[in-house]
């Protein structure tokens, strides 16, 4: 585990502060054998394509996909001749992180997972105890659920900064983790200590945004640790936080609120993302390839003092300034949203769903508490049944996903994206489906188990259809992208869900009927999901045409 802290953000500033005494890489040791490619200084001996294999649009992304995925660097014989660029040293070199073993990637997930979980639990954390924050700050019901609109509004835009700047390779993964974890950290103590609702929501829309990085760019991290045939299967165990965070928020917020107050749920935000920032500040290593193959370059040359040592993330940046590589940067996940079909009718489809999930944090208390009487602290219990049903759709998914997506790769069998589509169907179907049970299983006469079913079920769907629709992404997009095509989709969802909350008690409470309170409001949504799933069909028939015309697209 010496190399997770060497390669942490921690790791880092002490290898710098001690100008390179500690934490030294195999480069720097006097013994250390440098390769033979590296000291030579003929352009015949830098492998090359011929040019007529390489033009326009193709060359680029045959550059950016080769040195940040495989680092087999292809080299265009006129540009970049004159350079030798760094690789990976085999396909089994160690500082790859997709060669570590198993335990390193289980770590390695769990810190990313757990990060996204104590983030995303801040969204909701209060609603619990919204009637003492009403109470104390003289607000209304709406504007007390601004604090969730502000900040799930705030983890929608972050991304479009943070995703691709942690794409730059001087820049990487984890040091806009810890930084931006830091900034998140420090701001809940005046979010616990404000006295009035526009502080409020101004801090928590910092909050959110300052939360962002891991919600759009954990799965790419996770993609990165991961060989292409186990992706799904990590990029499931990160969504069972990703999920899950939202749901153990108002868990805690309602203990929190009846025991302590309302206040003492960002206390405990604090807390948790503060434990989470010690433990990722000194072992979350870098994972990004060419922030890797950028700084192993940088220390070639220092030993060989040959300049020409290079690879293409260096390249971009020396040849740029810093002002087209922001506009670039900030450009590429709006480009992926207004350009890419695949991308802008997956982000809508998933907006939808996340809404719904939103919605819960408003609908729950109103049946269960309005209707049926319970105590804080058993709504609180409510919002478990979220997890359970993403837990059974997990124990579902993975078997599945093995016998159809690894299995066959595993065989040398070629898999296409649509693979995943089927199963995102399947998801549809019990999302809209649990959204009817829920609505008229609601009564006021009935047990209050019914509805909790309908809750598991909606949840269950839900996970299946991000967890297919997410890996149709990933398996359809060049990995160099994924942070941006991911953050896309983070705007999208987030910017829409973010509203939700603030109607959602109109939404309910105008539609509802005698002895079934809350069963037109969510039949509206049923109704919304079963139209919705005719985007997956979409996928499932004309998928290669749609990714033929990309040029992000594998």
């Excluded at 509004?153 to 931006?180: D, H």
């Excluded at 489906?433 to 006469?445: D, E, K, Q, R, V």
């Excluded at 953050?487 to 939700?500: E, G, K, P």
Aim: aromatic residues 14%.
């Amino acid at each position: 585990m010496s190399d997770f802290i060497r390669d942490s953000f921690g790791g880092r500033l002490i290898y710098h502060l001690s100008r390179h005494k500690y934490f030294r890489y195999p480069e720097e040791e006097e013994d250390y054998i440098i390769p033979e490619k590296y000291l030579v200084d003929t352009k015949s001996d830098i492998q090359c394509l011929p040019k007529e294999e390489l033009d326009g649009d193709d060359a680029s992304a045959s550059l950016s996909s080769s040195s940040s995925i495989s680092g087999k660097t292809v080299i265009p014989e006129d540009k970049y001749n004159n350079y030798i660029f760094v690789e990976w040293d085999g396909d089994e070199d160690p500082e790859d992180p997709r060669n570590w073993n198993l335990f390193k990637k289980g770590f390695f997930i769990f810190e990313v997972a757990f990060l996204t979980t104590s983030v995303y639990m801040a969204s909701a954390v209060y609603t619990p105890g919204l009637q003492q924050l009403q109470d104390e700050l003289s607000v209304g019901r709406v504007v007390g659920t601004l604090g969730v609109f502000t900040f799930v509004l705030g983890y929608g835009i972050g991304p479009i900064l943070w995703s691709p700047i942690s794409e730059n390779a001087a820049v990487g993964r984890s040091s806009i983790y810890a930084l931006t974890l830091l900034v998140f950290v420090i701001l809940q103590i005046p979010t616990a200590l404000v006295d009035n609702i526009a502080g409020f929501c101004i801090l928590r829309f910092l909050g959110g945004f300052f939360a962002s990085p891991c919600l759009a760019t954990g799965g790419a991290s996770v993609g990165e640790v991961t060989k292409y045939w186990n992706f799904p299967l990590s990029l499931a165990l990160w969504s069972i936080g990703a999920v899950c965070g939202p749901s153990l928020g108002p868990f805690f917020g309602a203990i929190l609120s009846v025991k302590a107050g309302w206040r003492w749920s960002f206390w405990f935000i604090m807390i948790v993302s503060g434990f989470s920032l010690a433990m990722l500040t000194f072992f979350l290593p870098e994972t990004y390839a060419p922030t890797l193959l950028a700084r192993k370059a940088k220390r070639l040359r220092a030993k060989t003092g040959n300049n020409r040592i290079t690879t293409m993330g260096l390249l971009e940046n020396e040849e740029r300034t810093v002002h087209q590589i922001m506009i670039e940067a900030l450009w590429r996940p709006i480009e992926v949203t207004i350009l890419e079909p695949v991308v802008l009718l997956i982000d809508i489809y998933i907006a939808m769903v996340y809404s719904v999930l939103y919605l819960f944090f408003e609908v729950l208390p109103i049946y269960f508490v309005e209707v049926r009487g319970f105590t804080t602290i058993e709504l609180g219990l409510t919002y478990l049944a979220i997890i359970i049903g993403v837990l059974v759709a997990v124990s579902i998914y993975l078997p599945i996903i093995h016998h159809q997506f690894t299995k066959p790769i595993l065989n040398n069998e070629t898999v296409y994206p649509e693979v995943f589509i089927p199963i995102a169907i399947g998801g549809g179907c019990l999302f809209a489906s649990g959204l009817f049970i829920f609505g008229w299983s609601a009564t006021t006469y009935t047990h209050w188990i019914g509805p909790l079913f309908g809750v598991a079920i909606t949840t269950a769907g839900t996970f299946l259809m991000f967890q297919t629709l997410f890996n149709y992404m990933g398996a359809s997009f060049k990995l160099e992208y994924l942070a941006s095509v991911f953050a896309s989709n983070d705007l999208v969802r987030s910017t829409i869900a973010s509203v939700f909350p603030i109607f959602g008690a109109a939404l309910f409470n105008n539609l509802k009927i005698d002895k079934f309170p809350v069963a037109w409001g969510s039949s509206v949504l049923g109704f919304i999901g079963t139209a919705m799933i005719a985007i997956p069909v979409l996928f499932y028939i004309n998928g290669p045409k749609l990714r033929a015309r990309s040029k992000y697209a594998k």
